[in-house]
């Protein structure tokens, strides 16, 4: 008997939003190519149409629930929420990164391309139920990334930063094969439902230090991605040193993937190990909370400081892994994923528009005197603050809330306690930034730059979601929870 | 059997400490290339006899080769260890140390599941080889993987073209 290969209709039709994606990206990289120089610009724009076509495809594929490509990859609900929050941030990112990279001298073609690329990889994450397939999406996701942090190779922190990710990078994707392959050496296969149903039919043999190995490597792997500490080294330089609007894609987009894939495999393939696991993450997210929220407080780059903003936020979404068996602990998750992708961009896009001749608008000092140079910049700065802080009436209050809740009924009530004084210190330096805009005089006079409408647009969006999300956040924890119904069966 | 496994391994393990720890980066390579056969001599020895021949042609040949002439244009004789390794390296050492011996003791207490997949012997003598069972296998279990490896190397090289080439305004 020979293994024939499965391919139908149906195969094509659950990948057909990363076929889609594919062919206009390929399609794109021809033009890029052939193009005169002046014509460019255009890309900018085929690549959102890319993201919208993608989009839709995703959405027509709701209510489908099946299994392709011999078990390597599924679509159900779960898969198309985390598609359709990384397709808004890639469209978000493309939009606001409208001109930045010819403003700096570059040819921006490729930048368009690889995140074309970053964004499939991410996608075939959100939907991989194979380990293999896990490994190739995240390799996918995270090429593209190393070369768009390096992108600016003229810039010294630029090429730091893409060095560092790159290394550090690449060890964490062999800790996490190794951790693989380690599972293949105990349970026989890749497969995240054969690996659940051999615990469940074998049980799990305690006395297996094998299991323990995976499960350190695993959280190193992925918690590398996540850059929760102590695996958080990279993030700070390769935040600072990208250019903004990837710094903004990454901490949103690679990190929701990253969190998609996690959420995936320890839930469908481990929750038989949940008791070993669960203390080891908790411990994991709050050491992630205190040491970002702390070591964010002594910034003096306001990028930098959102690099370790985001570091204790993943932190904070670590909690709703431990509490994944609460019914509600992964809608939590998916929940805070969208509240935390809009108010995260939004402060970048911010910076992005504070750029002018002599100042790079990434210290905090350029914030000074900001509700005086331009009052509505400042006043969507203090709502995306509100909401990375946690406060109503912004999506942050409700994203907390719900992650703190799950915490509590899954008995981790000290973890609980760890979150909420960590909000309080957070407050700390999100309120630092209101203060700068509205109570000191502004250092850097210079006017600022009219700005452009996909980059006002990409900002609107931004701070209407963080308020939507904030003023009903029913339907969308709704949306959530429908979304994880069959993600454990 | 079990002895050729050993003397393999053994040389696997020294040529890629010296592969680390020579000064000279073409010293390095030429570890590497130790390693390399090493590995694929293991390979042979797990009877797969394809695998090996692809480390060796793909590995130690091309790669290599590419190495050896990347080194020799850029006439590197001696690295210098970056001072802020130097700072880190009593940590890493210990740390370092302490993954390695809990990985052994871990790895010598496990119990790993003695499996046996589709592809024993006799199967593999009826497709008729390494070369058409491994192939079978990807062009059909493992389709996706395999093709998004493919979509991978392109972006592999897209972004490397991307890092080389000029920018706008030229130098």
Not at chain 1, 120 to 132: E, F, K, P, Q, R
Request: aromatic content about 14%; glycine content about 6%.
């Amino acid at each position: 008997m020979i293994e024939k290969l499965q391919f139908g209709m149906s195969d094509f039709v659950a990948l057909l939003p990363e076929i889609i994606l594919c062919v206009f990206a390929l399609l794109i990289t021809v033009y890029d190519f052939m193009s005169k120089r002046t014509n460019k610009a255009l890309i900018s724009y085929m690549s959102q149409v890319a993201f919208f076509v993608t989009l839709i495809a995703t959405f027509t594929l709701i209510g489908n629930n099946y299994t392709a490509y011999s078990g390597m990859f599924v679509i159900d609900t779960f898969a198309i929420f985390i598609k359709v929050v990384i397709l808004l941030v890639a469209m978000i990112s493309v939009a606001a990164s409208h001109r930045f990279i010819t403003d700096e001298g570059y040819e921006s073609g490729e930048y368009y391309i690889l995140i074309m690329f970053s964004v499939l990889g991410m996608m075939i994450m959100a939907s991989a139920t194979d380990l293999i397939s896990v490994f190739v999406g995240l390799e996918l996701m995270a090429i593209p990334c190393y070369f768009l942090t390096g992108f600016f190779k003229k810039q010294n922190r630029s090429i730091e930063g893409a060095l560092k990710y790159f290394l550090m990078g690449a060890f964490s994707s062999a800790v996490l094969a190794y951790g693989i392959s380690f599972v293949y050496g105990v349970t026989g296969t890749t497969n995240l439902h054969k690996i659940a149903e051999f615990f469940a039919t074998q049980g799990v043999d305690i006395n297996n230090p094998a299991l323990y190995l995976v499960l350190t490597l695993f959280v190193a792997g992925f918690g590398f991605k996540i850059a929760a500490v102590p695996f958080h080294m990279w993030c700070p330089d390769v935040y600072e040193g990208a250019p903004t609007p990837i710094t903004a894609f990454m901490s949103t987009a690679v990190k929701a993937a990253s969190f998609a894939a996690f959420l995936r495999v320890y839930a469908t393939a481990l929750p038989a190990l949940h008791i070993n696991w669960a203390p080891t993450l908790a411990v994991l997210a709050a050491l992630t909370m205190t040491i970002g929220n702390i070591v964010a407080l002594t910034q003096s780059s306001f990028k930098r400081m959102l690099a370790y903003s985001s570091i204790a936020h993943a932190g904070y979404i670590l909690i709703g892994l431990v509490a994944l068996k609460v019914s509600d602990g992964v809608a939590s998750v998916l929940f805070y994923l969208i509240a935390y992708a809009f108010a995260n961009m939004g402060p970048f896009i911010i910076i992005i528009l504070l750029r002018t001749k002599n100042s790079s608008g990434e210290m905090l000092t350029d914030l000074h005197g900001l509700g005086k140079r331009a009052p509505l910049l400042a006043g969507i700065m203090l709502i995306f603050m509100f909401s990375l802080t946690g406060l109503p009436p912004t999506g942050g209050f409700p994203g907390k809330y719900y992650l703190f809740y799950a915490a509590v009924q899954s008995n981790y009530v000290w973890l609980t306690v760890v979150a909420c004084i960590n909000t309080a210190i957070s407050a700390f330096y999100y309120f630092k930034v209101g203060m700068y805009m509205y109570m000191h005089e502004p250092r850097n006079t210079e006017e600022l730059e009219k700005p452009s409408t996909p980059v006002l647009t990409a900002l609107y969006i931004c701070v209407g979601m963080t308020l939507l999300i904030g003023i009903m956040p029913h339907r969308f924890f709704e949306a959530a929870k429908q979304s994880i119904m069959l993600l454990t069966s | 059997m079990t002895f050729v496994f050993y003397l393999l391994g053994f040389v696997a393990i020294v040529s890629s400490i010296c592969v680390v720890s020579f000064k000279n980066p073409i010293h390095s390579a030429l570890g590497l290339v130790a390693a390399l056969f090493s590995t694929a001599g293991i390979y042979i020895l797990l009877n797969a006899e394809f695998i090996a021949v692809l480390e060796v042609i793909i590995y130690a040949g091309a790669i290599m080769v590419l190495f050896l002439f990347v080194l020799m244009c850029l006439n590197i004789r001696e690295l210098k260890m970056m001072p802020q390794f130097n700072i880190l390296r009593p940590i890493a050492i210990v740390v370092g140390a302490f993954l390695l011996v809990y990985i052994v003791i871990i790895i010598i207490q496990s119990n790993f599941g003695n499996f046996t997949g589709v592809y024993n012997e006799a199967k593999i003598i009826e497709l008729g080889g390494n070369a058409k069972a491994l192939g079978q296998v990807l062009y059909s279990r493992f389709l996706l993987p395999f093709e998004i490896i493919s979509i991978l190397l392109l972006v592999a090289m897209i972004g490397a073209i991307t890092l080389m080439k000029e920018g706008l305004r030229g130098k």
